[in-house]
């Protein structure tokens, strides 16, 4: 069955740095985009960043850009969310998701499965 487990969470500085990563598993990878969400306390879902499936395009929210990177690695199946100047504001629950398209995008029904999510707060 497909799996998708996030790692890499925890507490950092304010303008530090976490890299949270996802390893994917019962389906084939390299078929599919995947995409980062998170969702801080009391607010809805936020798309943060997607990558094409094979790696040839992304997307990044607003706030994140200049700041996160994505990338994969099909040949291990993992897909990696390097987050740098980390603020207060980054604080969520991130979510590795896998879509149902070659594409990236940011509507919730064109995503199939979630993992568990990973906590990152960002505080001094």
């Known amino acids: 069955q497909v799996q998708l487990v996030e790692s890499g969470g925890g507490l950092a500085q304010p303008g530090g740095s976490l890299r949270l990563s996802c390893a994917a598993s019962?389906?084939?990878?390299?078929?599919?985009?995947m995409s980062w969400a998170r969702r801080a306390p009391g607010k809805g879902l936020e798309w943060v960043s997607g990558?094409?499936?094979?790696?040839?395009?992304?997307y990044y929210e607003d706030s994140v850009k200049g700041r996160f990177t994505i990338s994969r690695d099909n040949a291990k199946n993992t897909v990696t969310l390097q987050m740098n100047s980390l603020k207060p504001e980054d604080t969520a629950v991130y979510y590795c998701?896998?879509?149902?398209?070659?594409?990236?995008?940011?509507?919730?029904?064109?995503?199939?499965?979630w993992g568990q999510g990973t906590q990152v707060t960002v505080s001094s």
């Open positions: 998701a896998k879509s149902i398209f070659i594409r990236a995008t940011r509507e919730v029904y064109e995503y199939d499965y």
């Open positions: 019962g389906f084939t990878f390299s078929s599919y985009a």
């Open positions: 990558i094409w499936a094979d790696g040839s395009d992304t």
